[in-house]
Nanobody
Framework: QVQLVESGGGLVQAGGSLRLSCTASGDTLTNYPIGWFRQTPGQEREFVQGIRRSGGRIWDSDVAKGRFTISKDNSKNAAYLQMNNLKPGDTAIYYC???????????????????WGQGTQVTVSS
């Protein structure tokens, strides 16, 4: 089974950018669609963006539209979330998750995903 590790979080001022990485081991990310989620205390995990196994088509969300971009580099066994024009409301723990190899779509519910990283904290100051 695949193991995921996120990195790239940190403290940034509003308007700044961060690039989160999701590195896989134990299996190849070629087999998995990837979703990025975020979570704040007391809230459920919120879908940010998703990308299918082969890359290409992206599933977007209102919070990400026009500011965030998910990508997948199967040769590096990694996925990324480029976040631009960050806002204080983007402060959260960000998680990557691997879906099932059989999916031909991206699901937006956290409970549909089988594999999760430990998360990386993103803090945006005003």
């Amino acid at each position: 089974q695949v193991q995921l590790v996120e990195s790239g979080g940190g403290l940034v001022q509003a308007g700044g950018s961060l690039r989160l990485s999701c590195t896989a081991s134990g299996d190849t990310l070629t087999n998995y669609p990837i979703g990025w989620f975020r979570q704040t205390p007391g809230q459920e995990r919120e879908f940010v963006q998703g990308i299918r196994r082969s890359g290409g088509r992206i599933w977007d969300s209102d919070v990400a539209k026009g500011r965030f971009t998910i990508s997948k580099d199967n040769s590096k066994n990694a996925a990324y979330l480029q976040m631009n024009n960050l806002k204080p409301g983007d402060t959260a723990i960000y998680y990557c998750a691997a879906g099932r190899p059989t999916w031909d779509t991206i699901f937006r519910r956290a409970r549909d995903y089988d594999y999760w990283g430990q998360g990386t904290q993103v803090t945006v100051s005003s």
